[in-house]
């Protein structure tokens, strides 16, 4: 079965950086549309950041277009999402979800969560 496994998150200053993994396994990773979804304590789940299968197309949440990059490597079956000049607010537990499809924001699977903390 699908399985999402994140890995990467932790405690950073404001103005620092972390880079997320999600390792997928038990579909074909490359056929698949992902994305990063995130939710801070109290508030509804935010989508961040998706890319087609291919890796050709991505896009981005205003609140974190031009600060974090997504990519994805099919040989490893990997997805990352680089986070860089990181503010408090981006404090939450980061998802990694797989799309019903090649492109596009939808998702069918998810992984169990990677805490991120940014301290001021």
């Known amino acids: 079965q699908v399985q999402l496994v994140e890995s990467g998150g932790g405690l950073v200053q404001s103005g620092g950086s972390l880079r997320l993994s999600c390792l997928a396994s038990g579909f074909t990773f490359s056929s698949y549309a992902m994305s990063w979804v995130r939710q801070a304590p109290g508030k509804e789940f935010e989508w961040v950041s998706d890319i087609n299968n291919g890796g050709g197309s991505t896009s981005y949440a205003d609140s974190v277009k031009g600060r974090f990059f997504i990519s994805r490597d099919n040989a490893k079956n990997t997805l990352y999402l680089q986070m860089n000049s990181l503010k408090p607010e981006d404090t939450a537990v980061y998802y990694c979800?797989?799309?019903?499809?090649?492109?596009?924001?939808?998702?069918?699977?998810w992984g169990q969560g990677t805490q991120v903390t940014v301290s001021s």
């Open positions: 979800a797989k799309s019903p499809w090649d492109t596009g924001i939808d998702f069918d699977s």
